[in-house]
């Protein structure tokens, strides 16, 4: 059973280019989470979906960033214009639809660096 | 809100010995969980113990262990047998068991093992 896959796991953007972070939930998970790691942080949480649906986006910027979860397909992070600051890890985690449910497992996380 | 404190941003201790990290939370809820994660060099997210606040028995995972006491709120991790495969980030973790979205996270705790 595979993990939370999470591609690229390296991303380098120049100011202004466009970012976009892809994770795959594990097996029979419906649920996913979005977080960044700033440098020296822990890790905060930007947004939580369900297929198709946002169901807590109280943690992303309000502009240049967005997320999507697709009835198909991997969830996607969008980070448009980059600037200096969006360079951090950012990490997805899934979990089951019932079972355990409250248990979050992680992807690897995508190091996004901006030039 | 739900906050996450760790006192101890640094932490060392001797191969085969026995270290706690500290962890204090705060919450009005009476129903959640509580995490361990574990973050090595390759900055994947390892869960190492997790806890139901509903449980009085502490959690034990192999040489990993809790002190969890609730009207404290205090959550500290107990790493018996330190071997140098434990020096990471250590960071403890928060979900409430009603809402089921965001996990919280505290600041973080660098081990390091001394060979």
């Known amino acids: 059973n595979a993990g939370v896959m999470q591609n690229p796991r390296h991303l380098v953007r120049r100011r202004g280019q466009e970012a976009r972070l892809r994770c795959s939930p594990m097996?029979?998970?419906?649920?996913v989470y979005w977080y960044r790691q700033l440098p020296e942080e822990g890790l905060k949480f930007m947004v939580y979906?369900?297929?198709?649906?946002?169901?807590?986006e109280s943690g992303m910027p309000k502009e240049r960033f967005s997320a999507e979860f697709p009835k198909e397909g991997p969830s996607i992070l969008r980070i448009q214009q980059v600037v200096r600051g969006d360079s951090a890890a950012y990490f997805c985690?899934?979990?089951?639809?019932?079972?355990?449910?409250?248990?979050?497992?992680f992807g690897p996380g995508t190091r996004l660096t901006v030039l | 809100a739900q906050t996450v404190t760790q006192s101890q941003p640094e932490m060392s201790v001797q191969e085969a010995e026995t270290v706690t990290l500290s962890c204090t939370y705060d919450?009005?809820?009476?129903?959640?969980?509580l995490f361990w994660y574990k973050q090595p060099p390759s900055r994947q997210m390892i869960l190492v113990i997790r806890?139901?606040?509903?449980?009085?028995q502490n959690a034990t995972e192999n040489r990993f262990s809790v002190n969890f006491q609730k009207a404290a709120k205090s959550f500290s991790l107990k790493i018996s047998d330190s071997q140098l495969g434990d020096a990471a980030m250590y960071f403890c973790?928060?979900?409430?068991?009603?809402?089921?979205?965001?996990?919280?996270f505290g600041p973080g705790t660098s081990l390091s093992v001394i060979p």
């Open positions: 979906l369900q297929k198709e649906n946002i169901i807590d």
């Open positions: 919450t009005s809820e009476s129903d959640y969980y």
């Open positions: 097996k029979g998970h419906s649920h």
């Open positions: 973790a928060y979900r409430s068991a009603t809402s089921y979205d965001k996990v919280i």
């Open positions: 985690a899934s979990s089951p639809t019932s079972v355990r449910r409250e248990t979050q497992y």
């Open positions: 806890q139901e606040a509903y449980k009085q």
